[in-house]
């Protein structure tokens, strides 16, 4: 319509249709949107092989822009923070208390089950087939081993059945505690190792101005313990997974749009309700399925990394916007001031499109 004014309404009063017509069709030439149905996909398309070559897999140009707009990091402790290797510390109530435990965890694929069990194997320790079981989410196992009544898990595990405990117990780590027959009987120390790079990575989303949070279903003074360790600024502990999605949602009202990092299954709900999730590649199924982003790596470092990828992204995709809407400003001024030729229209369409594309795909080179 612009063009056809351009080509129409100046002749009509100047006589001069040639001029015109021929601004007009500049006017067409150079108003063709190429340069941004070209440029701002191939930004994303970028962004998503840049993260594939770091081992950082976005599932699509969306995920993309929510995770440039993020304002503050929450992660899991265990296998995000921590390697998820756990070794049994320390054992109260000796061998036995490690084969009812054992047991009970023989069937379990967590990674606090497994090094109980690799415990009793070092041991040497013979394991029973318990005749019931039941594990109760966050909370742990409820069993009937040679006729006994077992529970294998946590403090919230024992309060629910009015378990009595000693006042305090020695050492920093995750406790397993066994109750036989409605009994304290032993408890055992789990402790899980930091990543090497976790301190560093955290400063490096400090440095990225995202503030930090951490949610975990163990014990306070674990949960501390890792904060400090690492300057996470916030942290909450002993959380059930239902508690951690409420959790979440506290953090974002804090502090904006959030992005939450886990990799066991039971942090799928809070990845999907998250506006950002993240899973670790070496954990579970449902949390891969239920996460934006994948890190393959399974380092704490490509937290950091994917939110520069992603705001970098982001800023050459407007880039290019502003500069090709520019150009063709300019272009279409100089045109009605007498000063613009068809070449020139041409370098605003094609011309401009070329460059915005050489732009977008400058990402791929950029090094780490």
């Known amino acids: 319509a612009a063009a056809a004014a351009v080509a129409i309404v100046p002749s009509m009063l100047t006589g001069n249709w040639h001029y015109w017509v021929y601004t007009a069709l500049s006017f067409l030439v150079m108003s063709c949107p190429c340069a941004l149905v070209l440029s701002v996909p191939l930004a994303f398309f970028s962004g998503i092989g840049t993260g594939s070559k770091r081992g950082i897999l976005f599932k699509g140009g969306l995920s993309i822009e929510a995770l440039s707009g993020i304002k503050a990091v929450v992660m899991d402790k265990t296998g995000t923070l921590?390697?998820?290797?756990?070794?049994?510390?320390?054992?109260?109530?000796?061998?036995?208390?490690?084969?009812?435990?054992?047991?009970?965890e023989q069937f379990s694929t967590h990674p606090i089950g497994v090094s109980i069990l690799q415990a009793a194997k070092e041991r040497g320790i013979r394991l029973e087939t318990p005749e019931k079981i039941e594990e109760l989410a966050g909370h742990g196992i409820k069993a009937v081993l040679a006729g006994r009544q077992i529970l294998c898990?946590?403090?919230?595990?024992?309060a629910d059945h009015h378990i009595l405990l000693p006042e305090t117990f020695s050492g920093t780590g995750t406790r397993v505690i066994v109750a036989v027959d409605g009994h304290y009987a032993g408890d055992l120390l789990i402790?899980?190792?930091?990543?090497?790079?976790?301190?560093?990575?955290?400063?490096?989303?400090?440095?990225?101005?995202l503030r930090t949070a951490m949610l975990t279903g163990d014990s306070a003074e674990t949960a501390a313990a890792i904060a400090e360790e690492t300057g996470i600024e916030d942290f909450r502990a002993r959380l059930l997974p239902d508690e951690k999605l409420?959790?979440?949602?506290q953090l974002r009202t804090q502090h904006g749009a959030v992005m939450y990092v886990g990799d066991g299954i039971n942090d799928a709900p809070v990845l999907a309700g998250a506006d950002v999730g993240a899973a670790m590649g070496s954990g579970a199924d449902a949390a891969i399925e239920?996460?934006?982003?994948?890190?393959?790596?399974?380092?704490?470092?490509?937290i950091g990394d994917a939110v520069e990828i992603a705001r970098s992204t982001k800023s050459i995709a407007w880039q290019n916007v502003i500069f090709a809407l520019a150009i063709k400003a300019v272009v279409m001024v100089l045109g009605l001031l007498g000063h613009a030729s068809m070449w020139m229209a041409v370098f605003a369409d094609s011309g401009v499109a070329m460059l915005c594309v050489l732009n977008s795909i400058r990402l791929l080179y950029r090094k780490k």
């Open 153 to 158: 898990g946590n403090d919230k595990l024992m």
């Open 246 to 249: 409420t959790a979440l949602q």
């Open 290 to 302: 239920a996460a934006d982003v994948v890190f393959l790596s399974s380092s704490v470092d490509a």
């Open 82 to 104: 921590t390697r998820g290797d756990f070794r049994v510390q320390a054992i109260t109530g000796g061998d036995e208390v490690l084969r009812i435990a054992a047991s009970c």
């Open 191 to 209: 402790a899980d190792t930091l990543k090497t790079e976790a301190t560093a990575a955290i400063g490096h989303l400090k440095q990225l101005g």
